[in-house]
């Protein structure tokens, strides 16, 4: 795209527009019939270059019966008044994610043009230029359901208008069985094997490629989600540009060959409420009997709690399951892994960007949400990371990102007891990544794309799950879909072979490509010990203490090294001989010496284990009679309290009755003080004599006695 960039506007978009046939002198718009759009994209190209070229819709609305004529409408009327600029600029760009490689093919076809009109190029962008002037209702849109649509544009030279031909898709029918026939054939049992001959034969082994697909493309797109049912891959939703998608869309295995579903809507919803389901991205989906599940994701419908939805892929029709307990909180970029009869939720991140790290478990036979404090030290919160389950016991979790890194940690949580552990990966460790796709065949886990906030990674690297190696089967080199984020990954057999196929994703360019990676056959591997940390340190020492070290020249073992592997294997004087009689016979030997110990070492650790039972059981009973005996008398304490209460009120009590006592006592004390005071003030008075004191008695006040009838 190096010369379309150095191109200036509005050169450039006349160019663009001529490519993309909106011009009508040009030979390249002859040749250029053939590109194929979506019917998204060609109405927004259609509403762009009016709005570029005429400038804001001031045409009358027209009849809604008039479905195309509508669609254009609405299309152009809603960029308003988009300035004409911005309007080219947006023609390009949407252009370019189609066509990234367009003004190449242009330049090619304009070289192979000059011979004809040297000119032409000049007179396509005069005629862009006065065909601005042209009212928009000249445009003519005219739908035809054909079996691979495509763009067309057709001159018209009496009415001088253009006729867009957009492509309609045709309604996938329900067979008499319930299957989706693809290709007007019905899906059978052994269609898994009716893969076209040349696909994957002569593939080498480990590595991408891209088949020939028929039909057209659905489009690009990523945080989607896929799964395989039957010999169909069933790819549902996604995120292109911002823009959440709804649709359904179905890869038969057996033609190669892509068709929309025509969905039916949710039999809760209303007659007329025409929607299946929410545009969303960032959803699981799981496969069970038939079904598609579809649990949480981001949608602009808002919700508290994660919901689940049911695609039945028989009848094309989608349900609302209803679900109890402790639904989660929404969210999407979560994992969803189905063990059993239960989906294992762990992580995601919800509409306000808050990441979480909790595990919940959803019971599939009575739709009940459980969450689960699990123990150890689980994974920190994240999203965009990858899950699966080994063996319907150990969950596998990797990789992942926050807000501000990624991750390339390993945790596995044992669904049994419940509990976290981090074990120590070997191998080739995979560089910290988010947005992979992982998909499990047997005891192997493939990791597939992912970004880590500066470029796509385009290796592919499998996880042994019995030894916990890594290793790297295949690099991508070049700017390729597989080096994407959010890209989905599917695994199936074709022709008798394990076969991945990846499809869409991000790296810069949104994709709706489809590759294809046939994968080598597993070699079987002992188990790796996940579940005793004893038994795996026992391990560890078995290994350390019987290692044989082996020097290999070209693949085969060298002179220096058998002479160094008999010397170590071969007995000493003062050390009893080994019985063995070869090299491979004492191989054998100390690998069962190595089980042996290992036995041996396991059974010392659950002796233990049982001895620490017995203890902590013991423990417990006197904790629990210890505790009953506080009980006891903690409710004595509390009587006790309750009798301290009381006396303390009585003494309260008393005390001020010994105050009243008090006062009492000094007012009769004082009353006693008065009456004897008043008794000797009576004596003294009754002791003096009677006497007259004449005029000066009279003065003092004490007249004389005078008795009557007496008289001196």
């Known amino acids: 795209m190096a010369g379309a960039s150095t191109l200036p506007y509005p050169d450039r978009f006349y160019a663009a527009a001529v490519y993309a046939g909106f011009a009508h002198s040009s030979p390249l718009a002859l040749k250029s019939s053939s590109i194929k759009f979506d019917d998204d994209t060609a109405l927004l190209l259609y509403s762009l270059y009016q709005q570029a070229t005429v400038g804001p819709c001031n045409i009358a609305k027209p009849w809604s019966w008039n479905v195309v004529e509508y669609a254009k409408w609405t299309s152009w009327n809603q960029l308003a008044k988009m300035p004409s600029p911005e309007a080219m ?8 994610q189609e066509e990234p490689d367009w003004y190449s093919k242009a330049q090619d076809e304009k070289n192979a043009s000059k011979d004809q009109d040297p000119e032409w190029w000049s007179k396509a962008h005069d005629e862009e230029i006065a065909k601005s002037s042209q009212p928009a209702s000249s445009v003519e849109v005219k739908v035809e359901p054909k079996a691979e649509p495509n763009v067309e544009e057709v001159r018209d030279e009496k009415s ?36 076209p001959q040349d696909l994957i034969s002569g593939q080498g082994r480990d590595q991408w490629f891209s088949p020939e697909i028929k039909g057209r493309r659905p489009a690009a797109r990523y945080q989607h989600s896929a799964a395989v049912v039957g010999n169909k891959v069933f790819v549902i939703g996604g995120n292109h540009n911002g823009r959440y998608l709804n649709d359904v869309q179905v890869l038969d295995l057996s033609t190669m060959k892509w068709s929309k579903v025509e969905q039916k809507a949710m039999s809760s919803s209303p007659p007329a409420n025409q929607a299946t389901f929410p545009p969303c991205a960032g959803h699981s989906l799981v496969q069970l009997d038939g ?76 739709m009940t949400w459980d969450a689960i404090d699990a123990g150890g030290t689980p994974p920190s919160p994240r999203s965009d ?38 074990p120590q990966q070997q191998g080739s460790v995979p560089s910290a990544r988010a947005g992979h796709a992982a998909v499990t065949i047997g005891d192997s886990w493939y990791i597939i794309g992912g970004g880590d906030n500066k470029t796509g990674i385009s290796d592919t690297l499998v996880l042994n799950m019995a030894t916990l190696v890594w290793h790297v089967v295949a690099t991508e080199q070049g700017r390729t879909p597989i080096a994407s984020e959010g890209l989905s990954v599917v695994s199936t057999v074709l022709r008798g072979e394990e076969t991945l196929i990846s499809f869409g994703g991000y790296n810069g360019r949104y994709s709706n490509e489809v590759h294809m990676f046939i994968a080598s056959p597993a070699e079987k591997a002992k188990q790796k010990v996940l579940q005793s940390p004893a038994a795996e340190a026992a391990a560890a020492s078995a290994a350390a203490a019987f290692a044989v070290p082996r020097l290999t020249v070209n693949g085969s073992v060298s002179a220096e090294a058998a002479q160094m592997e008999s010397q170590a294997l071969s007995p000493k004087p003062q050390e009893p001989e080994l019985p063995a009689t070869s090299v491979q016979d004492i191989v054998q030997q100390v690998e069962s010496w190595s089980v042996q110990k290992l036995q041996e070492e396991l059974e010392s650790a659950r002796a233990e284990a049982a001895k620490y039972k017995r203890d902590l059981a013991s423990t417990l009973l006197e904790y629990s009679d210890l505790e009953q005996e506080l009980t006891a008398v903690r409710g004595q304490l509390a009587d006790e309290q309750s009798r301290c209460f009381r006396l303390e009120v009585d003494v309260a009590e008393f005390k001020q009755k010994l105050q009243s006592l008090d006062s009492l006592q000094k007012e009769v004390e004082l009353l006693r003080r008065q009456k004897a005071a008043a008794e000797e003030v009576a004596e003294i008075a009754a002791q003096k004599p009677n006497s007259g004191g004449g005029v000066w008695g009279w003065l003092a006040g004490n007249p004389p006695d005078t008795k009557p009838g007496i008289r001196a």
Request: hydrophobic share 35%; proline share 3%; glycine share 8%.
């Open 291 to 366: 079904k598609l599940l579809m649990v949480a994701g981001h949608s602009k419908e808002l919700s508290e709690s994660v919901t689940v939805r049911s695609f039945d892929t028989t009848s094309l029709q989608w349900s609302n399951l209803e679900s109890y307990g402790q639904a989660p909180v929404a969210r999407g970029g979560q994992t969803v892994t189905k063990v059993g009869n239960n989906l294992v939720m762990f992580g995601g991140e919800d509409s306000k960007r808050r990441l979480y790290n909790d595990l919940n478990i959803l019971d599939l036979e009575t």
């Open 385 to 422: 990371h990858a899950a699966t389950v080994h063996e319907d016991r150990y969950l596998f979790v990797f990789g992942g990102g926050s807000h501000s890194s990624c991750f390339n940690d390993l945790h596995v949580l044992d669904l049994e007891s419940m509990e976290w552990s981090k």
């Open 160 to 195: 001088e208008s253009t006729k867009i031909t957009l492509p309609v898709e045709t309604p996938l029918p329900v067979s008499s069985n319930g299957a989706v026939p693809m290709n007007g054939h019905e899906s059978k049992a052994d269609e898994e094997q009716n893969v």
């Open 89 to 96: 600029r947006l023609f390009v760009k949407t252009l370019e």
